[in-house]
């Protein structure tokens, strides 16, 4: 250790990583933090976390840099300890990275969820998951509806996506499709709003979590957190319903912080059942009640449609997938590849021979990923290489199975048909039963 304060590096994702430096580690003198390092998202290292957030303790920022070069940084910055900030980590992963940090001669370290929870006057319930692609957004649109029929004013806050200009996004107020251009987001940001932007609600994101919570306890009732990325939640929940995938069952027990998420669940609903096989749901609700006995366990489906199916039966198509699911998520498809199934495509055409850019890149990175296009798009130059990539392959329609509309975006010369999706509970409380238990525990039923 060097004097008497510990250096540190903080290695994320851009959200968490910031996250925890606001809350935890910004106005402490017992720590330095020297630097972050960025995973996952493609094109956001390099960059630097601003004087301005970052306070008068960093009068330069704090440099972020590729996680590769965590060996190097931690010997030339005399690193104390690394600190894991960010998610959707298999605990192979999160052995892997703390060996590198140890033989690098850091510490390493993992902050309680309880220690950068922020506390709210406001009542909160949390929708979270055990990995992406699990079907969270669905559970969460399913909750607000509840919740917009009891009369409450609710206000959305979304796990953060910072990937552009920091100093601009340290609070986003979403009220219209329009706020999407003031803001810059990219497809993936898109793909979570839209949801409650259709819905009539505000949704608020952004890097600083103590404003952007200050507003939302302006503006609402009641508190929705719907965490991204498998992460756990930023505002401690008065309630929290927790998603697993029953086509990836043990993930449950097997990830970071999924586990995490399980255990502190008041309710879980194991998602795609229908799809998954009973030997597979049975594995996953065995592994929740002996972590979280307590849990309520719902069973439920994704009950998936599109626009129009004409245009898919017979036909060669490309399919678009949620881009997080497929690559880091771990997910081989989605909704899109279920859809082009269920209406009778003739042939999912196979993108690589066709990929360009950072296309081709996710599809060699991630070679679990199955006959789909994953919907990348965090810059210009990402968004332009899915429109190449798209307007290339040799289909008659593309289907989208991304939850934002994205084809307003896309410049192709072939029809493009939008899937939707709906929560349908099966066994178990329905997702009205969970709220009515939320709203009494708050006092509000």
């Known amino acids: 250790m060097v004097g008497l304060v510990k250096r540190v590096i903080i290695i994320g994702a851009a959200g968490r990583d910031f996250h925890n ?76 990275i703390a060996s590198t940090a140890l033989s690098a001669g850091a510490s390493f370290k993992l902050l309680s969820p309880f220690d950068t929870a922020l506390r709210s006057f406001k009542p909160v319930i949390a929708v979270t998951a055990v990995r992406t692609g699990a079907g969270k957004s669905t ?41 999407f251009d003031k803001y810059g987001i990219t497809v993936e940001e898109r793909e979570e709003y839209e949801q409650y932007i259709r819905l009539g609600l505000p949704v608020l994101a952004g890097v600083d ?14 508190i929705l957190w719907d965490g991204g990325n498998n992460d756990c939640p930023f505002i401690r929940p008065d309630y929290m319903i927790t998603v697993a995938d029953a086509m990836r069952p043990g993930q449950e027990v097997s990830s970071y912080p999924g586990e995490v ?13 229908s799809r998954a096989g009973r030997e597979n749901v049975e594995k996953v609700v065995s592994n929740v009640r002996k972590i979280n ?72 990175e991630y070679p679990h990923m199955g006959s789909v296009v994953p ?28 939850p934002a509309d994205i084809s307003k975006l896309l410049s192709i010369d072939v029809p493009i048909v939008k899937v939707s999706w709906e929560l349908k509970v099966l066994e178990g409380p329905t997702i009205e039963d969970l709220v009515k238990e939320f709203l009494t525990r708050v006092g509000l039923k």
């Open 139 to 179: 559970v969460s649109r399913a909750v607000v509806r509840e919740l917009i029929k009891t009369g409450l004013k609710v206000v959305p806050i979304r796990h953060p996506m910072p990937y552009g200009d920091l100093v601009k996004s340290v609070v986003q107020v979403f009220r219209t499709e329009s706020d």
């Open 293 to 364: 006995p307590k849990a309520k366990v719902v069973l439920a489906d994704m009950e998936v449609t599109v626009d129009r199916p004409e245009l898919i039966k017979g036909k060669k198509v490309a399919v678009v997938e949620d881009s997080p699911s497929v690559t880091h998520g771990g997910l081989p498809y989605g909704a899109g590849y279920v859809a082009a199934e269920k209406y009778g495509a003739a042939e999912i055409v196979d993108p690589r021979p066709y990929a360009v850019g950072i296309i081709k890149t996710m599809l060699e």
């Open 261 to 273: 998420n399980a255990r502190l669940a008041d309710a879980v609903v194991v998602n795609k059942v």
């Open 209 to 222: 979590y103590g404003r952007i919570l200050l507003e939302a306890e302006k503006m609402g009732d009641v």
């Open 21 to 96: 430096f606001l809350v935890y580690f910004k106005d402490n003198p017992e720590y330095e933090v020297v630097a972050f390092t960025a995973t996952q998202i493609p094109g956001i290292e390099r960059r630097r976390f601003p004087p301005e957030l970052a306070g008068p303790r960093y009068p330069q920022g704090i440099p972020i840099y590729p996680e590769s070069e965590l060996p190097r940084l931690i010997k030339e910055l005399k690193v104390d300890e690394v600190v894991l900030s960010y998610s959707d980590l298999t605990y192979n992963d999160v052995g892997r």
């Open 375 to 402: 919907s990348t798009g965090y810059t210009p130059e990402q968004l332009r290489d899915l429109n190449e990539t798209l307007r290339r392959m040799d289909v008659d329609v593309v289907v989208l199975g991304t």
